[in-house]
């Protein structure tokens, strides 16, 4: 069963604005234009959802004009704020939030640029909680065309002080749009009140089909159409309406005005609550990046230390709980978050955060279930070694992976001897590494560089501050960390030697004359036939290479309605999951009889390629996205094992129980 927190980014259809959408395709589907019957049913519809809006939103007798959603909202009310300031030589400059959503500064560049208006456009700062500066609004106002401010926060929730801007605008020149987007439904909104000129408003943000929204237009603000053509909306929206989209919007606008399907705000903020206090407990450390007492009940935007944004998102989603990082329109992009950033915020607090958020139609019984899949992902990473404290004893054996900006940190460890050594670490890692030493408790023989970087020694330095001294290398070492005077490193049943190269040092590992591994910029004069070399750098995902291997091999894609004709056709298949440990902690695997599975996590693959390829058996590699997979598929491949599938998609794409709120 899923559990659906990323409410910010979109919703589900609520149920009556589903019915009504089909409906308006199957029954009520004139032309509103259309003077027939059934064009004035369409028509009737179409003002009946518009009436719910005004009353709602209090317009007053402002405009209301169905929209395709809040950028076409936010591109209409710049275009005419921007066209009615042509010629003024009053105004200086066009002011945003500076934590606003990408949409508003993008438009107010486009059209600025468009229109030739030479306006400078200026981000207004925000403070550490989120908060507009007023008085650089004050300054400003005099020689400003067009500010635009948030209702409400998009990644963070942080409720504007939208009256304390309204004061500082008292000698504004020109006009004021606020982005109603996190608003609708959650906050109360009189625009008619206010001096507001504009308000974009997204129909699939509160329950309603993507693809319809709203924009309020102040009575006497400017207004110039951004499309022509039939003349519908008055004329100042052309393009045949939408039917389906504002039925299902009316229908979700009819909810609210009943106040049957939605909860108040004191209950949204009980659920708030439990969700922070489930958080808590998961997570110690945890820090929420805005304060509570000025966020949206529906929202929380938190970082754990020494969590990345990106390892919590995987956490989370193996235990079907859906977050994000921040906002939907930026996710892919791995980058710290602009809104935490112009808070003011430390860095790792905008790299790491992560965004929870819940509609306003949620219940007692989802809360209570995302609460207890919360603590689930707390109790995951205590018994995998990356809770912040009481983690559970673990047991190193082999090769582990640590990868920062395509950097490799091997971590080299032997459970029967209860020895341990490092390959090339790096300072942003250390708190990792010393947490993970902790929890194995092995000595450390060495901590090596293969290149003599400087990151490496400095990430020494850490450890043997940061270290117990019973953890710690015994004795001196040279300058890339090899112990003075020893010929090899003993690790159990293997041993590493070294061998000096221009740029540093090849570390060699094996249990006989042949070495199974070679760590560092390793000539392919050194390498014997099967040892494979693991890189120093893997932007590229190869994870090793060895002297003979086929460069443009690639892994065969299956997706998952072709499992059952793979099974049936491979019956010794392997299915290999390469999902970290602590997210398979949470997740059962699907079941396919007739076929063994394995764990191998994608940060210990070299542990099992040169077994893989020995036996060549056909492997099909599944994760989470599909993305890992591939990866691992293609690495084998390349090494020359004929049988590498992937499941594109991963367990993402594979069907199972939904539940949205």
């Known amino acids: 069963m899923e559990i659906y927190l990323d409410a910010n980014a979109t919703t589900p259809v609520l149920p009556q604005a589903a019915q009504a959408a089909l409906q308006a395709l199957a029954q009520d589907f004139g032309n509103p234009s259309s003077v027939h019957s059934t064009g004035l049913k369409a028509r009737a519809l179409m003002d009946t959802a518009r009436a719910r809006a005004q009353r709602l939103l209090d317009t007053g007798a402002g405009r209301l004009l169905f929209v395709s959603g809040a950028t076409e909202g936010i591109q209409t009310a710049v275009l005419s704020a921007l066209t009615a300031l042509r010629g003024r030589s009053d105004v200086q400059w066009l002011l945003y939030g500076a934590t606003e959503h ?35 609004i004050r300054e400003h106002a005099p020689r400003t065309g067009l500010i635009c401010t948030m209702a409400a926060n998009n990644e963070t929730g942080v409720v504007s002080d939208l009256a304390g801007i309204e004061a500082a605008l008292s000698a504004l020149a020109g006009y004021w749009m606020v982005d109603g987007v996190q608003a609708l439904g959650k906050l109360p909104m009189k625009l008619a009140a206010s001096r507001i000129d504009y308000a974009p408003f997204s129909g699939h943000k509160l329950y309603a089909p993507k693809g319809i929204g709203l924009l309020y237009v102040r009575e006497g603000a400017p207004f110039t159409p951004l499309m022509a053509g039939g003349g519908q909306e008055g004329a100042l929206r052309s393009g045949t309406e939408n039917m389906s989209g504002i039925a299902a919007l009316g229908a979700v606008l009819a909810a609210l005005e009943d106040g049957q399907s939605f909860r108040s705000a004191a209950e949204l903020t009980r659920y708030r609550d439990a969700l922070a206090a489930a958080l808590r407990e998961a ?23 020494g969590l990345s944004s990106r390892l919590l998102q995987d956490l989370f989603d193996a235990a079907d709980v859906r977050v994000s ?52 992902c707390g109790e995951s990473l205590r018994q995998n070694c990356l809770s912040p404290q009481d983690n559970a004893p673990t047991v190193g054996d082999g090769i582990t992976r640590f990868m920062l900006d395509g950097a490799c940190c091997y971590l080299l460890a032997d459970a029967a001897a209860k020895r341990c050594l490092l390959i090339d670490p790096q300072p942003e890692q250390v708190s990792r590494l010393v947490q993970a030493l902790g929890c194995q408790d092995y000595p450390l023989a060495a901590i090596l560089s293969t290149s003599g970087d400087d990151a490496h020694r400095q990430a020494r330095e850490i450890l043997h501050a940061d270290l117990p001294a019973a953890l710690l290398p015994a004795g001196e070492t040279d300058a890339l960390g090899w112990p003075v005077g020893a010929g090899a490193i003993e690790l159990g049943a293997r041993r590493l030697v070294r061998r000096p190269t221009a740029e540093g040092q090849v570390l060699l590992l094996g249990a006989g004359d042949e070495a199974q591994f070679a760590f560092g910029e390793v000539p392919v004069a050194m390498l014997a036939p099967h040892t494979l070399a693991a890189p120093t750098h893997d932007d590229a995902a190869l994870f090793a290479t060895r002297a003979l291997q086929r460069e443009d091999a690639e892994p065969i894609q299956l997706d998952g309605m072709q499992l059952a004709a793979f099974v049936a056709t491979h019956p010794g298949a392997l299915l290999v999951d390469v999902r970290e440990p602590y997210e398979q902690f949470l997740t059962h695997t699907p079941e396919l009889p007739g076929v063994e599975l394995q764990a191998m996590p994608i940060s210990r693959l070299l542990n099992a390629i040169e077994p893989w390829l020995a036996e060549q058996r056909p492997l099909l590699f599944f994760c989470r996205s599909g993305n890992r997979s591939r990866q691992a598929a293609q690495a084998l491949a390349r090494l020359g094992h004929g049988q590498a599938f992937t499941l594109a998609g991963g367990l993402a794409l594979m069907p199972g129980n939904v539940v949205h709120v």
Not at 109 to 115: A, F, G, I, V, Y
Not at 289 to 302: D, R, S
Not at 347 to 369: C, D, K, M, N, Y
Request: charged share 15%; proline share 8%.
């Open 102 to 136: 990408k949409a508003v500064p993008e438009a107010l560049k486009h059209w600025n640029r468009l229109l030739d208006l030479g306006l400078e456009i200026k981000a207004i700062p925000v403070d550490t909680d989120g908060r507009h500066d007023l008085a650089f």
């Open 325 to 376: 990082g921040g906002s939907a329109c930026s996710a892919a992009k791995a980058a710290p978050s602009f809104v935490l950033e112009a808070m003011g915020l430390p860095h790792w607090q905008a790299a790491g955060a992560v965004r929870l958020s819940i509609g306003p139609a949620a219940t007692a019984e989802f809360i209570a279930e995302a609460c207890a899949r919360i603590r689930a």
């Open 283 to 305: 997570f110690p450390g945890l820090v929420f990046n805005a304060p509570l007492a000025h966020v949206l009940p529906t929202t929380l935007n938190f970082a754990v230390p």
